[in-house]
């Protein structure tokens, strides 16, 4: 980045950087890097306030996406809904805002703030709530710390404006998603906006620079600026971010549908290389939530479960994975406030009613066992 | 009512008369007039106001419940909903509440206003902007007339509050019954709050002074006062409202289901008395909305179809309806502003998806017809 400042040269990579990060959700990538760019061409730079940095005084707008990311990538988010939210959230609490920010570094939703900051000519705060994404409004750190919602702004591209005042996080979502249904499955959104103070003990710091240096990586310069050779970057990734290589297969099936909001799916992979002979199965409800070889966990959410292409190293999205695919998966151990029990509770496997134990992805056994054809077949059918 | 004001002894005569205009729907009559006699004994008589006599600096606050009426007898409104709702809109628009009114005088919701100016002092404006109960929120005459819903509040006992500003009226609708569904199939709502000039303009005067009347002819005496007998009631009422007889029969089948957060179904009932040997089919949504004798139009939406007790006259709300129940079914004239195209359009036939020309019902030729039996069997089971 140019000293603090976001410019059309650093979108890209952030952009690649926050579909790791994103797990598959968080929007679409390369529509919200369109529209980011777009912005800072016609408003210029924007300019990366540090979590650290803010002040009492400022008050901080996470604004993004919400809904299932079948539709953000049909259905773009028109501009005007970014001023909108911004003009509604001042109107409802009386207070200017003063900084946008990422509600979540995943997908599209790093992209949106950014694209916003540069529209409303605000910095942009280099943090987020989630240090990744996740599919639920609640699933937050603002949350973790026992923060309500506050008022909550909905906007669409039809110009309806909807601000709700929800008693708590969990009654947030089921308004906001029922909301985001209606509106046709996808609208803009900014909730849990709050001063400095409460953005600094709750955010989750530098996450856009994290999502740029992982994009830097992924286009093939790692830290020290050394070239990497495509078959090298995925492994270089995984070092930098202390991340877990998991499986390395083809997708042979696929189910995914929107529904109530969400995308909800599963994928089946057949191995290939050093995990031929072995089935990958992974469950998402927007983001990738729990993957399982031969039966047997192999991460699981709060845990980040990425998918990569196996030949370019580049991110795959819910929505952009496809039969046939050849892909990686890896693991990386989320931020710590997602491992204590709050964070478990709020977005651990029990809520999504996964019938299995949150364990360490890193902790996690990884022998490569070869189960004879007749178990893996029914093993793969169980899952 | 004593002067220009209503007491404790009024609120029974007005809850009768609007579960008559109510046809069927608005909510519980019982529950809300309950709610409304507390109050006022509490805080003593709500003024009335005649829509004529507010002026332009009136902020008139239309309030009531939105919802499923069979949630409505289950889950009783919070009187806490009433001032949240009121503090809402009073924050949304930044203008001071003046006076209440039903949005609808049907059921409940002709209760719940008078219930909400007892508890703030305010005075309830006598009319509304229905003249009668409709299941959707846009069928107002507000919206006839090209106004929107404006700023619209629903709150629920949780203590959640949403303010929309809905770009028209069908997206009013759309968004309201998401949220009503998700706070659990009911919720206190206002919408369509304006100043005196446009309520004085819109709406339809003089509705709770009809309920009381109504009331007072179903509680045995007419308007001259003179004492009527059981038997004489649903005439006398037919005679004062210019009102049809339809039909009276015993409730054959009824097939009821909280759906989307409505009310839906139909009930068919089999002839007794003059009418022996017909059939007839009552479809609701909330609101009893369509009739039909041995398969042909008795009377439809937006005129008000009234299902009566036939032994006392008492009115039957398409949530109190039961099986063997012996009933008079009458149909009254809407008021003209739902007979013009705008208002035919927003609550005819055709936007309930009925295969049904709108005829007034007055003009709709009343002929019995003695079919035989087979040829009714059939109609029956085809309606």
Redesign the interface.
Known sequence: MTGAQLTEADIDEIALGAAVLGTGGGGDPHVGSLMAKRLIRLHGPVALRGVDDLTDDDFVIPIGGIGAPSVSVERIQAESELLAALAAIER?VGRRPTAVMPIEVGGGNSMIPIATAALAGLPVVDGDAMGRAFPEAQMVTFHLAGYGPGATVMVDH??????????DGA?SE??A???T???GGGATMIDYAYGGDVVRECAIPGTLTLAKRIGRILRGRDAAGRELRDDERIDALCADLDAVRLFEGKVADLQRAVDGGFTRGAAELDGVGADRGSAFRLDFQNEMLLARRDGALAAVTPDLISVLDLATGMPITTESLRYGARVAVIAIPCHEKWRTPMGLLTAGPAHFGYDVDWVPVEDIPRERRALPDSARTTEGKAA
């Not at 039809?158 to 008693?167: C, D, I, L, T």
Request: proline share 5%; glycine share 4%.
């Open positions: 409802a039809h110009g309806n404006e909807v601000v709700s005042r929800p008693v009654w089921r308004i998603r029922a909301v249904v209606e509106m």
